[in-house]
């Protein structure tokens, strides 16, 4: 005999009446904190505001905002609501995209998120393989830090990124696959570079006076030079300039007689190919988190994701 089980109404109140609709008028609740600025800004009635939010809270059975005296304040359900809203408007405007992708005749939209010490020959070999593709695919293309592509990835926003392995991932959401690895090399600027060249050996923390270029402080190399200082119990150099942008870090260093920076060898190279500096030849004995390409576990995007992957890794 077959048993059957009462439906959860917790669930088909979720399927038979939550509705985008809902969670655009949460968001903008979220952002304006007020009945009347929203009904403002989505040219409705307090009243219709007000209403239409009873209805959400009586959709997930529990209050999701409280009226304070800063207006309103999102529960903790509230908080957890929202940050459902904010995952599906971003996978609403990424499914529009792709529709007028494929009525363009293409197979879709490919968001991928790249940090600036990516080398060359992996860009090339990324790009070669995505132009490759038939039907082709839309790409967008966003350079920032790993840890802002990661948070990008987990908020839908980005579909992978080509960044640096991280330990800071803290789920099994994610899905990283190495690509190669990097060594880091002083890049100074030419004015310092003869005299430094002549120094049989070099330490990174005789160089706590020259002008310091270093990328943001939730970067790997930041991390690495500030805890270098810190090892010889050296206070880490105070930036003159903080900057990750390659072609920016490169003109820093050709305005700067004794402008200093450490960069991964193949970007430190092609920043000494410009003329703006000379990359010092001896390594660095740092070990960088290598570089690879990130995505979440149950991406629709996961099989060319992965095909980009083995692409790469035969250029790498």
């Given at each position: 005999m ?21 969670y655009a008028?949460?968001?903008?609740i979220?952002?304006l ?10 040219s ?6 007000t209403r239409?939010?009873?209805?959400i ?9 409280l009226r ?5 304040e ?9 940050a459902?809203?904010r ?10 995209m ?9 197979q879709?939209?490919l968001?991928?998120g ?5 080398s ?5 070999a990324?790009w ?8 082709r ?5 966003h350079e ?19 960044c640096r392995?991280?330990q800071d991932?803290?789920a ?19 004015p310092s570079?003869v ?7 070099l330490?990174i923390?005789?160089l706590?006076d020259?002008?310091?270029?270093l990328p ?7 991390q690495l ?5 810190a090892a ?23 305005n ?11 970007v430190a ?5 410009t003329?703006?500096a ?13 570089v ?10 996961a099989?060319?994701v992965?095909?980009?992957v083995n692409?790469?890794r035969?250029?790498?």
């Amino acid at each position: 005999m077959t048993m059957t089980y009462p439906p959860d109404s917790f669930a088909q109140r979720l399927e038979s009446r939550l509705k985008m609709r809902h969670y655009a008028l949460l968001l903008a609740i979220d952002r304006l904190r007020s009945v009347t600025r929203v009904a403002e800004s989505m040219s409705l009635s307090q009243p219709t505001v007000t209403r239409a939010l009873a209805d959400i809270e009586d959709i997930f059975m529990t209050p999701l905002f409280l009226r304070t005296g800063r207006g309103l304040e999102p529960t903790p359900a509230g908080d957890l609501v929202i940050a459902r809203a904010r995952l599906a408007a971003a996978d609403n405007q990424a499914l529009r995209m792709e529709l007028e992708g494929v009525q363009a005749g293409r197979q879709g939209r490919l968001r991928v998120g790249v940090i600036p010490y990516v080398s060359g020959p992996a860009l090339d070999a990324a790009w070669r393989h995505l132009f490759a593709l038939q039907p082709r695919v839309a790409l967008l293309a966003h350079e920032d830090t790993t840890l802002n592509l990661i948070a990008a990835i987990r908020h839908h926003t980005l579909d992978c990124a080509i960044c640096r392995f991280t330990q800071d991932v803290g789920a099994d959401d994610l899905v990283q696959e190495l690509l190669y690895h990097q060594q880091a090399h002083l890049v100074v600027a030419k004015p310092s570079a003869v005299p430094l060249a002549r120094r049989k050996s070099l330490e990174i923390t005789q160089l706590a006076d020259m002008d310091w270029i270093l990328p943001p402080i939730n970067t790997p190399i930041r991390q690495l030079i500030d805890s270098t200082f810190a090892a010889a119990g050296q206070r880490a150099p105070l930036p003159l300039v903080e900057a990750y942008a390659v072609r920016a870090i490169a003109h820093a260093l050709s305005n700067l007689p004794r402008g200093v920076t450490v960069l991964p060898r193949d970007v430190a190279q092609s920043v000494a190919d410009t003329g703006a500096a000379v990359m010092l030849p001896q390594p660095l004995l740092w070990s960088l988190p290598p570089v690879g390409l990130a995505w979440l576990r149950n991406s629709p995007k996961a099989a060319i994701v992965s095909d980009l992957v083995n692409a790469m890794r035969q250029a790498c």
